[in-house]
């Protein structure tokens, strides 16, 4: 059941609720991080998807304006896509990068950067989080306005 109203769909409301869900996304990687519940890189999400799918709650797929040309990027997007569309994983989009290599740690000087473009949060405290249960009501209000991969932007702190 859908509990957003047209206002909420679009307008200033909408902007609020984006924010709302932004801040709700940065709680859950912050607060799954710690306990080892987030695989960071699409070949190591490919490979905890493949190992066990029902143990992943939520998986993000990150790009910048300049990535979304990237063929063999947006090859791995609809595969991954695909795969958490059949197994019920919510799926967010993330842009803003940056912002996202901020929340997960950062990149460690004399270290290479970490590939961003594929984020899972996987079963832990978190699951009775309100925080993603709010990711979670998000996307599913969002397939139920055919926005199967809702997009999301983490604003700069």
């Known amino acids: 059941m859908c509990n957003?109203?047209?206002e909420e769909t679009?307008?200033?409301n909408s902007i609020e609720r984006m924010d709302s869900v932004s801040k709700a996304l940065e709680e859950v990687i912050t607060s799954a991080l710690p306990q080892g519940c987030v695989t960071v890189g699409v070949y190591e999400a490919a490979k905890s998807l493949n190992v066990d799918p029902d143990n992943v709650v939520l998986c993000l797929l990150?790009?910048?304006?300049?990535?979304?040309?990237d063929v063999a990027l947006?090859?791995?997007?609809t595969l991954i896509q695909a795969f958490c569309c059949e197994n019920d994983i919510n799926i967010l989009r993330v842009s803003n990068m940056r912002r996202l290599a901020e929340i997960l740690?950062?990149?460690k000087p004399g270290e290479?950067?970490?590939?961003?473009?594929?984020?899972?949060v996987?079963?832990?405290?978190?699951?009775?989080?309100?925080a993603l249960s709010k990711v979670n009501r998000f996307c599913r209000d969002s397939r139920i306005l055919d926005q199967w991969v809702?997009?999301?932007n983490l604003p700069d702190r």
């Open 112 to 120: 290479e950067p970490m590939d961003l473009h594929c984020v899972l």
């Open 62 to 69: 990150a790009t910048d304006e300049e990535q979304v040309v």
């Open 122 to 130: 996987t079963k832990s405290s978190t699951c009775k989080d309100p």
């Open 74 to 77: 947006q090859i791995h997007f």
């Open 4 to 6: 957003m109203t047209f």
């Open 150 to 152: 809702p997009i999301i």
């Open 10 to 12: 679009s307008g200033e």
């Open 105 to 107: 740690g950062g990149v």
